[in-house]
T-cell receptor
Framework: AQKITQTQPGMFVQEKEAVTLDCTYD???????LFWYKQPSSGEMIFLIY??????QNATEGRYSLNFQKARKSANLVISASQLGDSAMYFC????????????FGTGTRLQVFP | NAGVTQTPKFRVLKTGQSMTLLCAQD?????MYWYRQDPGMGLRLIHY???????AKGEVPDGYNVSRLKKQNFLLGLESAAPSQTSVYFC??????????????FGPGTRLTVL
């Protein structure tokens, strides 16, 4: 079964608007970590934000925040005030406590920001 | 501090040829990883290493071999390339020691085409 599901292959957002990229996950572990990475057209993978399963607050990093709903097993990335430079692929990933050696990635969402 | 570097950046092979991709990191990280990225499939783990002299299979190890003779280097070998191995290959490293929140640092990628 797929562990990380990103159901939006592509998203469009206008500059300065907020956008939410969806991520749901499947695990039987109580302890796990969730990551978001950005991949611009240049190809490199850039770490954006991390959320631990026991973190009480939703993670925030500048314009990025994570809408973590544990009961729903969702970890959606919210980008506020979108910029043209936010156009990229975005990947959600998970690490489980019983398998901390590995990150499991979703298939990604391509975000395009238009003026 | 170069982070994670990969050589080469591009390569074209004929079916049946062999090659080695080199990954180097200067962050003294324990863990290193090789992923392949194909359209619509996200990043899939090929092999990984949790320390010098150790390697382990990931999700898609067939047709690849790896070696970690030195802590800073992780080599990915293709003994007999096949067109199905046409992909973008990413190397990553992380500090390790079993932390849920350990960020993976990625190299710039190698685009491999097998004709």
């Amino acid at each position: 079964a797929q562990k990380i599901t990103q159901t939006q292959p592509g998203m469009f957002v206008q500059e300065k608007e907020a956008v939410t990229l969806d991520c749901t996950y499947d695990t039987s572990d109580q302890s796990y970590g969730l990551f978001w990475y950005k991949q611009p057209s240049s190809g490199e993978m850039i770490f954006l934000i991390y959320q631990g399963s026991y973190d009480e607050q939703n993670a925030t990093e500048g314009r990025y925040s994570l809408n973590f709903q544990k009961a729903r097993k969702s970890a959606n990335l919210v980008i506020s005030a979108s910029q043209l430079g936010d156009s990229a692929m975005y990947f959600c990933a998970m690490r489980e406590l019983y398998n901390t050696d590995k990150l499991i990635f979703g298939t990604g969402t391509r975000l395009q920001v238009f003026p | 501090n170069a982070g994670v570097t990969q050589t080469p950046k591009f390569r074209v092979l004929k079916t049946g040829q062999s090659m080695t991709l080199l990954c180097a990191q200067d962050m003294n990280h324990e863990y290193m990883y090789w992923y392949r990225q194909d359209p619509g499939m996200g990043l899939r783990l090929i092999h990984y290493s949790v320390g010098e002299g150790t390697t382990a299979k990931g999700e898609v190890p067939d047709g690849y071999n790896v070696s970690r003779l030195k802590k800073q280097n992780f080599l990915l070998g293709l003994e007999s390339a096949a067109p199905s191995q046409t992909s973008v290959y990413f190397c990553a490293s992380e500090a390790g020691v079993g932390g849920l929140n350990n960020e993976q640092f990625f190299g710039p990628g190698t685009r491999l085409t097998v004709l």
